[in-house]
């Protein structure tokens, strides 16, 4: 299978990577994998250097595409403007300035595009059940809903697949499956306010802590509190 992985250089996107990476064993995979990473203005930029790095150990195509252009139309988010970022867990409400409007179903459509394009089975992305209460891009109806659509604007041009493999799962549970694949998880960033080291205390590092905790995984990750 042909299959075009939205890559953000996170635990998730990377724990996804090495999963179809590794289907066929040994990094040579069954899949031919290709790993498409986007520069929407987000202050962690620093991820997009951690995707690349993962790309380049599984020897797949690696690019970037420009959106830092839409950062002033899809502002008013602590990701994108000068808001800060706030600290806390996930189920807190002051997360939501957090979201970034439209992100997933944006990306997805230029990654569809790319998929007919170079002739792709599959589009992956690796939205997860953790995500679903803050994230409305993020939940089963939507990626299901994105592709019924998609399905219609490239219908005659493609069969394009979305593949999901972590929408029913915890975040713990992606730490466990990302181990079982060989994911080095020192070399993905979660960190939302792209310090130097994590910063353990955003939204993103204290799940990142929790679901290393609950899988019984040592967490190699070095955080400033």
């Known amino acids: 299978m042909k299959i075009i992985a939205i890559v953000s250089g996170g635990l998730d996107s990377i724990s996804m990577l090495y999963h179809y990476a ?6 040579r995979p069954e899949h031919e994998i290709s790993v498409l990473s986007f520069d929407y203005g987000q202050r962690h930029k620093k991820e997009l250097a951690f995707a690349e790095q993962a790309a380049r150990h599984i020897d797949a195509p690696f690019d970037v595409i420009d959106l830092s252009g839409l950062t002033k139309h899809i502002g008013g988010n602590s990701l994108t403007d000068s808001i800060p970022v706030p600290d806390g867990h996930y189920a807190e ?5 957090t979201v ?5 179903a944006i990306m997805l459509s230029i990654a569809y595009g790319i998929a007919v394009a170079r002739q792709a089975d599959a589009v ?3 939205v997860h059940a953790g995500d679903h209460f803050i994230y409305p891009d993020c939940r089963e109806e939507f990626t299901k809903s994105f592709e019924e659509m998609q399905n ?3 219908n005659g041009f493609g069969n394009v697949r979305l ?9 713990s549970d992606i730490v466990l499956k990302g181990q079982a694949a060989g994911t ?6 979660s960190c939302y306010k792209g310090l130097d080291i994590h910063c353990g205390a955003c939204g993103t590092c204290v799940e990142r802590k929790e ?6 995984v040592k967490d190699p990750t070095t955080y400033l509190r």
Request: aromatic share 12%; net charge positive.
């Open 124 to 126: 992956a992305i690796a």
């Open 211 to 216: 679901a290393f905790l609950l899988a019984g």
């Open 163 to 171: 593949l999901t493999p972590f929408i029913e799962s915890s975040k």
């Open 152 to 154: 219609k604007a490239i």
């Open 93 to 97: 409400e002051n997360m939501k300035i």
């Open 22 to 27: 590794s289907m066929g064993g040994s990094y």
């Open 184 to 189: 080095p998880f020192i070399e993905t960033w």
């Open 100 to 104: 970034v409007p439209n992100r997933n």
